[in-house]
């Protein structure tokens, strides 16, 4: 323990000069969390949309949480008008007409929503707020609260069936498609990605007013699906006001797969941005998913480069090679120029000259930086090929920074 905090000694000092080269944002939109109620874990899941928010400099986040079921609803009495977004983390019992009007009232005159997950199944006898929210399940909807909305080879279907409104299979990874690959909260992001461990919500139905589905997903039969393309994120305009609704992050008591994913994370962050701005500025993250696979951050944060150096500098060739992996993702997304490959070649060698990082820490290293390496790193490579554990590493990276002539 002593030695891996060591490391993150040494590395936080080398890294001054590289994280002050980063962009900052400072903090300039204040959200609200509406909780207090639901069906879900609500008492993990708010405190991680806070951190989520906050996590990406842009805002601060409140929590709200009405009182309990069979409470007096009457005290709830949120001011909205004091924040650029609320996000809804909430299903529960009808709040009080004065609270309802002040929230209509602020969406009306431009303020932002984000509906996450349960939310969408939320006050099925509210008219506007189902219209702000575009499709909703369960509350005993049915086709007289609107149809079912949803593609069918390609083709966007307005379904008004008989049925019940809201439904879901297995818990289950599913790939989600980009239907908008230019609107803000998608743009940037892969055409298809594969999203963590979820419910994924089907047979919702609404008025759909105003509405554009930014992504979808296929609903399985053999995951007890519709065998249908759902809706996952959609877009709403209400008077002046912009909703994004995710149906994704089914939240465990301990947060859970769903909020961990990398794709869950980024669309909210970026949802909640839009909705409050009509924009987004955030950078597509380098662990985004792909269609070839989710991504999942335990910890619901980005790894830094930091953490990566100091887990690898004690690895061992028993253990995962997870950090390693994440390096590599990040290099590949982040550099693009000589100067900046130059800037993440300077903090390998740094741990390549370390007498504290273990010799599979090092192996891993050379073959990184065999790749993409200069001729700054051929003094330490010929150092380290002295070394009789790390002779056919070095060697090897040495080969391909100075291919013979």
């Not at 891996?4 to 590395?11: A, D, G, R, S």
């Not at 004690?314 to 982040?334: G, V, W």
């Not at 065999?370 to 590493?393: C, F, N, R, T, V």
């Amino acid at each position: 323990m002593k030695k891996i905090y060591l490391i993150l000694l040494v590395f936080a000092g080398l890294l001054t000069v590289f994280n002050a080269c980063q962009p900052k944002k400072s903090t300039s939109y204040k959200a609200l969390i509406v909780t207090g109620q639901n069906n879900h874990y609500w008492k993990s899941s708010s405190p991680i949309l806070q951190q989520l928010l906050e996590q990406t400099g842009l805002f601060t986040a409140d929590i709200a949480k009405s009182p309990e079921k069979g409470g007096d609803m009457n005290s709830f009495n949120p001011d909205f008008s004091k924040y650029n977004v609320i996000v809804i983390d909430y299903n529960g019992e009808s709040w009080s007409e004065k609270t309802k009007s002040a929230f209509v009232e602020y969406v009306k005159n431009g303020g932002g929503v984000v509906s996450y997950h349960a939310g969408d199944n939320s006050f099925p006898e509210w008219k506007e707020y189902n219209e702000m929210i575009g499709l909703g399940g369960w509350g005993d909807r049915t086709e007289k609260d609107g149809p079912y909305i949803y593609f069918k080879h390609d083709s966007l279907i307005t379904d008004s069936s008989a049925g019940r409104g809201g439904n879901h299979g297995k818990r289950h990874e599913f790939e989600i498609r980009n239907r908008n690959t230019e609107h803000p909260i998608t743009k940037g992001l892969p055409q298809r990605w594969v999203h963590g461990t979820d419910e994924l919500y089907a047979q919702l139905r609404g008025p759909g007013k105003n509405m554009e589905i930014i992504a979808s997903a296929y609903s399985d039969t053999a995951q007890n699906g519709t065998g249908r393309d759902e809706p996952i994120l959609m877009t709403i305009s209400y008077g002046k006001g912009r909703i994004f609704h995710s149906t994704l992050g089914h939240p465990d008591e301990d947060g859970g797969p769903a909020l961990q994913c990398v794709g869950f994370i980024t669309t909210f962050q970026r949802g909640a941005e839009w909705a409050a701005t009509g924009n987004v500025t955030q950078k597509i993250p380098y662990d985004f998913p792909t269609a070839a696979g989710s991504s999942y951050r335990p910890d619901f944060k980005e790894l830094t480069l930091q953490e990566d150096l100091a887990k690898i500098a004690q690895y061992d060739i028993s253990k995962s090679t997870k950090y390693f992996t994440d390096l590599q993702s990040r290099i590949r997304h982040e550099a693009k120029t000589a100067a900046e490959f130059q800037q993440f070649e300077k903090q390998l060698i740094k741990v390549l000259e370390s007498k504290e990082a273990t010799d599979d820490g090092k192996r891993l290293l050379l073959r990184e930086i065999s790749w993409m390496g200069s001729e700054l790193s051929i003094p330490i490579i010929h150092e380290l090929a002295k070394s009789e554990s790390l002779k056919d590493a070095a060697e090897y990276a040495l080969a391909r920074l100075q291919p013979t002539k």
